[in-house]
């Protein structure tokens, strides 16, 4: 049988599997979340304080998860355009890919934040209460998100960042 002559042409998509870490990158903090080798469980990890040694930390958090990418939510409009929240991110995402051997993906975070607010009211946490932790939580509805599309299309989701000077 040729390469071409593929059994699996009507196979699921394939699944990359390893650890996933997400970012929901807000101007105070950033929520982190991480998933199961297999994807199949996203759970809010860290929340680290905006500011100058922010890059430090995650780039700490990522070497000590070892995850195959680091996805970090870009907080487009509801048109779907990129606006001056959208452009601070994109930044980020660029000065950590290029601390990181690993990809950074962008991916669409529109109601994250939203759906992570809703759970944890369904859970029981009242609005004071989830300042602490709803940007992780964020973060995971993030990261389910980037899995589900990864399973539906059978490759990497959002927009690879890429980094000036470097062949990836």
Request: glycine share 8%; net charge neutral; charged share 30%.
């Amino acid at each position: 049988m040729s390469p071409d002559e593929d059994p699996r042409s009507d196979a699921a998509p394939v699944f990359r599997r390893g650890v996933r870490l997400a970012l929901d990158w807000g101007d105070a903090r950033i929520g982190v979340a991480a998933c199961d080798r297999d994807g199949l469980l996203a759970y809010p990890l860290d929340t680290v304080t905006a500011g100058p040694a922010e890059l430090d930390r995650v780039v700490a958090l990522v070497a000590e998860h070892e995850p195959l990418e680091v996805v970090v939510g870009l907080p487009r409009s509801l048109s779907g355009a990129d606006g001056p929240a959208a452009t601070k991110v994109r930044a980020r995402a660029e000065a950590l890919a290029a601390r990181l051997a690993v990809p950074v993906r962008l991916v669409d975070e529109r109601l994250t934040t939203v759906t992570a607010s809703r759970r944890l009211r369904e859970g029981g946490k009242k609005a004071k209460q989830q300042r602490s932790v709803i940007d992780a939580a964020a973060a995971a509805a993030i990261l389910e998100q980037a899995v589900a599309l990864e399973r539906s299309r059978g490759g990497p989701p959002g927009e690879l960042v890429s980094v000036p000077g470097r062949s990836d």
